[in-house]
């Protein structure tokens, strides 16, 4: 079986430029995770690479399907130079990490939470994932394998994350979207939820 980190990251390249840098972390029983940073005018985009190495895997199954099942990795974007955002790094290492760890699913509309700041002073401490397609299309791979998909990281304060639990992630989003909440500013309060 090809190994698709490269063809991942050939598509990252693609979609994104050329990365001016690169962290690697690795976990305990787990597989290395790369995040790449890509600069494009006021924006910086952290790229995981290496999560969609292998598949993920329904928790609740018996064995683990070495070749089926959904692939991803993940992107976050934010204004440069508004706070120290590249301290993000080890928490998008550790949220790419969580389906080897944990044996979750990551898809759009799922909550992912780091137990902290994404960075130091951030108002946020987990994340929507949002659907893929927009920045980065898919990476269509060989049958039988499943495409790479780009999923977007939206910051999330812990109210806005706690009012996604009851109302859901579509009404959070529709929300943000009508008070044009600008979701790449990485010192944003949360939206008011009233």
């Known amino acids: 079986m090809a190994d698709v980190l490269p063809l991942v990251e050939a598509r990252l390249r693609t979609a994104l430029g050329e990365p001016d840098a690169r962290a690697a972390v690795t976990f305990l029983g787990t597989d290395r995770i790369e995040v790449l940073r890509f600069h494009e005018g006021d924006i910086v985009r952290y790229a995981t690479l290496g999560m969609s190495a292998q598949p993920m895997?329904?928790?609740?199954?018996?064995?683990?399907?070495?070749?089926?099942?959904?692939?991803?990795?993940?992107?976050?974007?934010?204004?440069?130079g508004v706070a120290d955002t590249d301290k993000v790094l080890r928490p998008l290492a550790v949220l790419a990490a969580s389906p080897q760890v944990e044996g979750v699913v990551v898809a759009p509309g799922a909550s992912l939470d780091v137990g902290g700041p994404l960075w130091p002073g951030a108002p946020f401490t987990s994340v929507l994932v949002a659907e893929p397609g927009g920045l980065v299309e898919d990476l269509e791979l060989d049958d039988p394998?499943?495409?790479?998909?780009?999923?977007?990281?939206?910051?999330?304060?812990?109210?806005?994350?706690?009012?996604?639990?009851?109302?859901?992630?579509?009404?959070?989003?529709?929300?943000?979207?009508?008070?044009?909440?600008?979701?790449r500013d990485p010192s944003r309060r949360s939206a008011p939820l009233d």
């Open 145 to 183: 394998l499943d495409p790479v998909r780009f999923l977007p990281l939206l910051p999330m304060t812990p109210n806005e994350a706690a009012w996604k639990r009851v109302h859901g992630a579509q009404a959070l989003q529709e929300r943000w979207l009508n008070q044009g909440t600008d979701l």
């Open 57 to 80: 895997t329904d928790p609740t199954a018996v064995v683990a399907d070495p070749v089926k099942g959904p692939r991803v990795e993940l992107v976050l974007s934010v204004r440069a």
